[in-house]
């Protein structure tokens, strides 16, 4: 099992980080697909090819493939707006937010999977991205469509679980190559 994989290959000092991997994929209030929606969505946004491979994995075998690539989309998307709307925040002219973003974002309004499904994954991404812009945003879209906040905080901890898994897992690899 691949979530397994990472848990072994996590160092004994991110003890909390191995058992917060453990619980967020087996006891999450989310849906299969929302789960390994936003692992998978998560995995790419941190970008360390240990865990995407390992994620991935077991993503495929919980996921449609419509699925699977609606969670590659929101990875992809949100690298993007991310990016454009964390930074119109920051620059702190509250002009630019008037302006059109002028970015192709089609995916959004069709991903080819249960819209909440995509809006839950991009509000992780952009967690792990750190825009505030858009996690209000996708916050508020899924509020709207009924989703509980508990649910909402699931992603959120999935976000955290899986970035620090990452950082620990490309820290580790980086210090054995010194």
Known sequence: MSIAALKEALPAYAKDTKLNLGSVTTTSSLTDQQ?????????????SGRVIAEVSEEAARNLSEEAFTAAKAAASIMAMNNVYYRATHL???ETYGTLPAKLRMTVIGNPGVDKADFELW????????????????????L???????????????????VAATAATLEAEAALVAV
């Open 35 to 47: 789960l390994w929606g936003a692992m998978l969505a998560c995995a790419l946004a941190a970008r």
């Open 91 to 93: 620059i702190g002219d």
């Open 122 to 141: 991009c509000l992780a991404v952009s967690a792990i991205n750190g825009c505030g812009r858009c996690l209000e945003s996708h916050e508020q879209v």
């Open 143 to 161: 509020r709207g469509s009924g989703l509980p906040r508990e649910q909402i905080q699931e992603a959120l901890r999935v976000a955290a679980v």
